[in-house]
């Protein structure tokens, strides 16, 4: 995930109105590092098995969705000659990041895709484009397979993705708005701050903000071009039109606790946030999900996290094992069997096309496909980690009226070119 994301998903734990994380966010929070078919080994062998080739997969997902891939492991394997070691990884980037380079670590890994850029820039990570037996643009959305490309190499395969979106409360509207203009007038009816009761539960960052900011023709960094657009006119304008037309209707305070418990608790009829979100609030509150509103007749467009599983060097030294992983990624990314299950256990949104917005998935699911597809991946260039604090302080300062937009968002951007220098 994202930087504001990951903290996101901290912060969610100390809101006493909403409970539990609930198993679908694929962050482990430590532990056990018990491998659940081999041993933790970095070095561990891939020496070919009897009838197949042995593949290392790591991973750090919490525990629901830890039973959830040894399960599909055990199937894929029934009908393979290869097996695949699983090996859960408390802290996955500490340990990738100092085993690959030495030429040990999985031949395999899963995660979101925020370290395809900084991974393959370091070396760690194996293009696999001309070796799959799969054509990606034919089995994933466009969006996932731009995810999991850097600089024209493809890293590693997609299997879900997630973003924020319009999530209501079925009690006070009917459904989800088509525009913003009605839903800033469901918005005007509901607020009432002085007792308590809101328009609108949205926490503010860069995350979360980024849906309207691209709507406008904005954009925070420019991977492919190298250029940061904070402060073009449209950028501008962006923040202007959260400020003025949804911040002003949720409660006065820019933290996540305080924007999500004002949903949790009954007293705001949309909430703009993820479906981790979604998985805290259920028992409290009845929910429906849908796709951003559109504005001026344009669509906003999420920054998007792509699960994936990525291919390392490991994998160029490794023939075999290398088959056995690649064999393994593609079954797993493209069976729709496991990918539905992943969506009813654990609210995974699928990136295949033949499951994109089907009526197969749950509806929360179904809800966030449509998002998804509004969405952009988040960038991955080394470059955009420099980019994420000094935005996050713009947005503060605007909504508290420390600072005006231009003048805030003129100051991120010195920020991150100094940075950069």
Not at 357 to 381: E, H, I, M, R
Request: charged residues 20%; contains cysteine; glycine residues 10%.
């Amino acid at each position: 995930m994202v930087h504001d994301r990951r903290q996101v998903v901290k912060q969610i734990g100390s809101i006493a109105a909403v409970g539990t994380l609930a198993g679908c966010v694929n962050v482990s929070s430590g532990g056990d590092q018990t491998p659940t078919g081999s041993s933790d080994d970095a070095g561990d062998s891939s020496t070919p098995t009897d009838t197949g080739a042995k593949a290392s997969l790591w991973h750090a997902r919490s525990e629901g969705p830890q039973e959830t891939l040894k399960s599909n492991v055990a199937t894929y394997e029934e009908s393979s000659p290869n097996t695949v070691a699983l090996s859960k990884i408390s802290d996955l980037e500490k340990k990738t990041t100092a085993t690959i380079p030495a030429g040990n670590g999985p031949h395999t890994f899963d995660w979101a895709h925020d370290w395809v850029g900084r991974y393959s820039e370091n070396g760690f990570l194996s293009d696999q484009s001309g070796s799959l037996d799969i054509t990606p643009s034919e089995e994933y959305t466009g969006t996932a397979v731009d995810a999991v490309k850097y600089k024209g190499g493809l890293y590693g395969l997609p299997y879900a993705a997630e973003t924020v979106g319009l999530v209501y409360n079925t009690d006070l509207v009917d459904g989800a708005p088509k525009t913003l203009d009605e839903m800033e007038q469901v918005m005007k009816d509901h607020h009432d701050p002085a007792n308590g009761k809101y328009g609108l539960s949205y926490p503010m960052n860069p995350y979360f903000c980024s849906a309207w900011v691209h709507a406008l023709g904005g954009f925070y960094y420019d991977e492919e071009n190298d250029e940061l657009g904070l402060t073009n006119d449209s950028t501008v304008e962006a923040f202007k039109l959260i400020r003025d037309r949804l911040y002003k209707y949720s409660p006065d305070s820019v933290k996540y606790n305080a924007q999500a418990a004002a949903f949790a608790d009954g007293n705001a009829p949309f909430a703009i946030n993820g479906p981790w979100f979604v998985g805290t609030v259920k028992g409290n509150v009845p929910v429906g999900v849908d796709g951003f509103p559109t504005v001026g007749g344009d669509a906003p467009a999420p920054f998007t996290g792509v699960k994936m599983l990525y291919f390392t060097t490991r994998m160029g030294s490794d023939p075999e094992a290398a088959t056995a992983a690649r064999d393994f990624a593609q079954w797993y990314t493209t069976n729709t069997s496991v990918l539905k299950g992943l969506a009813n256990d654990h609210g995974y949104v699928p990136v295949h096309t033949s499951l994109t917005g089907s009526d197969d998935l749950p509806a929360t699911v179904k809800g966030y496909s449509k998002a998804v597809q509004q969405g952009t991946p988040t960038p991955t260039a080394p470059k955009m980690a420099d980019v994420w604090d000094p935005v996050k302080s713009a947005i503060q300062s605007i909504m508290t009226g420390n600072k005006d937009v231009k003048p805030a968002l003129e100051t991120a951007t010195e920020q991150i070119t100094s940075a950069w220098e």
